[in-house]
């Protein structure tokens, strides 16, 4: 059985600024956004849209603002909304962590479609750019979750080899957030990087990605104590799950939808 390191939640102090581990995993993951986005503009399917290294610096700007914001108020109104209308200025405290993926995910979305209109670029388009690169800043989000000893898990079996002691927990539990950043985070990345290495059909790309993403985080939720939970025709599903099943609906939905499109406009142009 392992315990928690329980490192310092501060990495290091620059005079009286203090800079944290959980900023620095959320600059890890935009630098990665840079580094696989420089990368997959030569792709050749990509490299005929015209997309430079200039779009991808100004998409991590709009994706800062739309990870951030999103992540905050999704945290604040999906989890702990009762909490926050009593401590208010606590919402501005990110550095604590405290970041809720579905609402970054919804800020993004959003800061992207204002990108896009900015650039004259199609939304699809631009999402499916977007989508591999992802994943690794989401797990790289998670470490930062597990260096603050912030999302236990549920009880584990002693006799579980990774089982851990977590801080002001009784029991051994879950490493959930280690668990998140393999599953949700570099399992979802290495299928979507292959996906997206070839041409696919317009929002095929972000829709898999959605899917991806909607259908991990159900089933890495079942090893994670839950922020809270509903209940619906008789099954109990976590705060977690319950914002993941859109994702999979419309994920499902818009790939289906994209590939039709597709059929349709290539049989309209054999038929010219």
Known sequence: MLIHPMPDPIAFSLGPVAVHWYGLMYGLAFLQFILLGNYRINLPHLKSQGWTKDDVSDMVFYGMFGVIIGGRLGEVIFYQLSYFLEHPLEIFQVWHGGMSFHGGFLGVVLAMYLWARKSNRALGDVYDFIAPLVPLGYAAGRIGNFINAELPGR????????????????????????????????????????????????????????????????????FRVPDYEVSFLGVTISSGQMLSVPMIIVGFAVIIWAYKKEGTQQKEFSSQ
Do not use: N
């Not at 979507?192 to 089933?219: H, N």
């Open 155 to 222: 009880m584990a079996s002693a006799d579980l080899p990774w089982a851990m002691i977590w801080p002001d927990v009784a029991y051994p539990v879950h490493p959930s957030p280690i668990y998140q950043a393999l599953v949700d985070g570099l399992l979802v990345f290495i299928i979507l990087w292959l996906f997206a290495s070839k041409q696919r059909p317009r929002w095929v790309v972000g829709a898999s990605y959605t899917l991806l993403y909607g259908c991990t985080r159900f089933f890495t939720e079942y």
